[in-house]
């Protein structure tokens, strides 16, 4: 009995000791250690058997922790590179085996396009989804941001525009397909886009990533009002955007939350270093 | 038979199996919580996981319960005792098939509510764009039974040529798996993608897709969760298809029965 006893506390010391750097190994554990791989779409549908919903909306879930722990550690900021190839192969993935899974599409649609510059491939995942979820408005809506914003396709945004239209009965999305089908409207066209998309966010991580981004075209925004004032005063277009501060038409003076510098393209258009993404801005 | 349904349904509650899908059950209250984490479909990822639950604690029922239960008889020689009432083999074996069936089905009644106060909880804290057809929801859980109560059949059969419980539950659990993929490698083996397989590897392949159960038409679970349209036609067909080939399990697990030698 002694002995026995002796051994049940001895084991639980034990694991009293090991239980505090084994939970710190796993909380530290590195990000791309903890998204992991996962077994080919085929080998995956032949495991779920008549699960393939669960497993999708498993992969779905994997990826969003995983970006939500990257955003959650750095406090708003992203600092280590997330692995988008791995993100992409999930989520791609995740709708092999349930096509109507919304959330994959979304997200993708997150950093397919404003983080990894993949347009084409996030307007054919999204045209896949628009074969299965034919009542969903959401997927022309962001099909046709893409095409008129990234892609400069006005023809294919109308075109998906039209459709979110007549599926929602929205006017935002006719709206969009008539008004903002120019070069000019670019600044306009995402902030109406991303307020949009923020609005309706519950994820927490995901909705700070459209408020910063937000963000950022507002202040894109305030330098275009400056540019068109101090053109319309000075008759030609400022070369800088320091210009526009020192005359005192833009103050306080605009800040990537990117952690770029806004600068005045050769042909007015504002644009900055980071490319609106916390990839883009070089170290 | 009656009698030896309801000593099966009896033995099973005895042995407290309905306390532990309650238990189990419990693992629906975590449904909501992990639901919300979703970003666009919180309503339907509660019926994901509902009906995943479902069909996950049915699978265990159907392999464990349908697995032992005659080859338990055999072993604790029951069988002895019971079969010398007037009592024909056949009926034995179909009471028993009968209870465990019919458990198979009581549980998924009663889980299936679980599900319904799951989904309509989940439902009114985050809508859903989609309609809840709960017709639907109900169809697929029901449909989903049948197909255990197909898999528990296939475990009599197992069991009724088995010595002892490893072929009736390993040989179920490789049916369930086969059955759930047969469908995939016919389509495949019926593409372009298979020109390179040899023809040979291609009609046992077919041949195998008629042989195994098909389960890959019990699954309604997209039609619940995004709330989209039950073919008739092709549910009657499954209907029709449970009926016959659970026929000729239990008609063949009743033949091989009733030659079995019991000493």
Known sequence: ?283 | MHHILKITLKGIFRDRVFQGIMVTACAFLLIPGIASLSMRQVTELSLTLSLSLISFIMLLLSVFLGGTSLWKDIERRYTFSVLGLPLSRQSYLLGRFGGTALFVLLAAVVLGIAAFGVVLYSSTLYPSERPIVWSTMAICILIDALKYILLIAVAFLFSTVSTSFFLPVFGTIATFLAGGVTQQVYEYIHSAASKDLSPLVKQIATGLYYLLPNFGAFDLKVNAIYGLPVPVEGLLLTLAYFVVYAGILLSLSSAIFMRREMK
């Open chain 1, 1 to 283: 009995m002694i002995k026995s006893v002796s051994a049940i506390l001895a084991c639980l010391l034990l694991y009293g000791i090991l239980i505090i750097p084994f939970t710190h190994y796993l909380h530290n554990k590195p990000f791309v250690e903890k998204l992991g791989y996962v077994p080919s779409v085929a080998a995956l549908k032949t495991i779920a058997a008549n699960h393939k919903e669960l497993v999708a909306a498993s992969l779905v879930l994997k990826v969003l922790m995983y970006f939500g722990g990257l955003f959650d550690k750095s406090d708003g900021q992203i600092t280590i590179p997330p692995d988008y190839m791995a993100m992409s192969r999930l989520l791609h993935g995740a709708v092999r085996l349930d096509p109507y899974n919304m959330d994959a599409y979304y997200f993708a649609q997150g950093f397919l396009t404003w983080d990894v510059k993949q347009f084409k491939i996030a307007n054919e995942l999204l045209d896949y989804g628009m074969k299965y979820r034919t009542w969903d408005w959401y997927l022309p809506f962001l099909a046709g941001f893409n095409s008129a914003f990234f892609l400069k396709d006005y023809a294919a945004a109308s075109k998906y525009y039209q459709r979110a239209g007549e599926l929602s009965g929205s006017d935002l999305s006719k709206l969009l397909a008539g008004r903002y089908m120019q070069e000019s409207g670019q600044t306009e066209l995402a902030m109406a886009y991303l307020t949009a998309m923020e609005k309706g966010e519950r994820n927490p991580a995901v909705k700070k990533n459209y408020q910063i981004r937000l963000t950022a075209f507002r202040e894109a925004s305030r330098i275009e009002i400056a540019r068109d004032r101090y053109l319309e005063t000075q008759g030609a277009l400022p070369s800088t955007v320091g210009q526009l501060v020192s005359e005192g038409l833009l103050l306080p003076p605009p800040r990537d939350p990117y952690g770029g510098q806004f600068y005045l393209e050769v042909d007015g258009k504002v644009a900055t270093t980071s490319k609106y993404a916390f990839a883009g801005v070089k170290k």
